[in-house]
DNA sequence: CGTGGCTCCTGGCGGC
DNA sequence: TGCCGCCAGGAGCCAC
């Protein structure tokens, strides 16, 4: 349930199991998951190419084809949206929204149970991302960027990061985590922020995306220090055991840790 | 510019 | 056990 981590490996994913192989078949069962293509046009457009790059943007999966009208295909997950590759068409998942069929007989498959995501097809990147009006990519931007924008923005500093059209790439939880780990209350304004903690969120925020995609971007894998595996009703802060608080910030549930991040006055 | 509410979907879970 | 309401790692739209 993709943030920017779980995408990073959906495109790692892709790399091992889907490159340089000849589409031969291509069905579409929700085309309500479609941007703006219709499912004739991605099914012409995939058969008889090969997926030949991959690339991510925030949340955005970007698969490279040879195809001189559109040259990627772009997959958002939306919350439950996942990848597959399998061998039998026994085996495909349940849920399975796009299916795509390679000559050596393997499959990949686009899973997502709700349908809050996203299929679409794109000649150029930055027209997308202009279209989509996305953020600089979290992993990309430069301090001095991140600064201007933290510094000269008016809502919470929580709302400022998981905010596609600001930056791109962070959801709630990992939100949550880079906050966590920072000592900055969720609700606190981002222009409120000073020089030295701002920079310190930088670097935490860049180490932590980092640090889950090295784990596989599995919650288990991840550090006991980090908030995401005490998430939870009754979890406690895994650095000072205090009862950890739930508040909504944005509409989205936030955990954070009252002892560790004050609300400063 | 920012916030809160509603909507799209569907499955899983806690409560009765 | 069964049903119900609520929630969820996303995001667009709209009113204020």
């Not at 905010?163 to 959801?171: L, T």
């Not at 860049?206 to 006991?224: H, M, R, T, V």
Request: include cysteine; hydrophobic fraction near 35%.
């Amino acid at each position: 349930m993709p943030e920017l981590p779980e995408v990073e490996i959906f495109k790692q994913y892709i790399d091992s199991t889907s490159l340089h192989k000849k589409i031969v078949n291509v069905d579409l069962t929700t085309p309500s998951l479609l941007g703006k293509i219709t499912k004739e046009q991605l099914i012409e457009v995939l058969k008889n190419q090969k997926f030949e790059k991959t690339d991510r943007y925030g949340k955005h999966l970007l698969v490279g084809l040879d195809h001189e009208l559109y040259l990627w295909l772009i997959l958002h997950f939306g919350m439950s949206g996942n990848l597959e590759y399998f061998k039998e068409s026994s085996d495909k998942p349940k849920y399975t929204k796009l299916l795509i069929e390679f000559e050596n007989g393997y499959h990949l498959a686009y899973i997502n149970i709700r349908k809050l995501g996203e299929i679409n097809l794109s000649k150029n990147i930055t027209d997308f991302i202009k279209a989509k009006d996305l953020g600089p990519d979290v992993l990309q931007i430069s301090y001095q960027k991140f600064r201007a924008i933290i510094s000269s923005r008016r809502g919470t500093i929580k709302y400022t990061l998981m905010n596609q059209h600001i930056m791109a790439g962070i959801g709630n939880v990992y939100a949550d985590e880079i906050l966590f780990q920072t000592a900055i209350n969720p609700e606190t304004k981002a222009n409120e922020i000073a020089e030295k903690k701002r920079e310190e969120l930088y670097d935490n925020m860049k180490k932590i995306l980092k640090k889950a995609i090295e784990a596989g971007a599995e919650f288990g894998g991840l550090p006991d220090w980090f908030l995401i595996s005490h998430r939870a009703n009754n979890g406690r802060c895994p650095k000072c055991n205090t009862k950890l608080k739930q508040i909504k910030v944005s509409g989205r549930t936030t955990y954070y840790c009252p002892n560790r991040q004050p609300k400063k006055k």
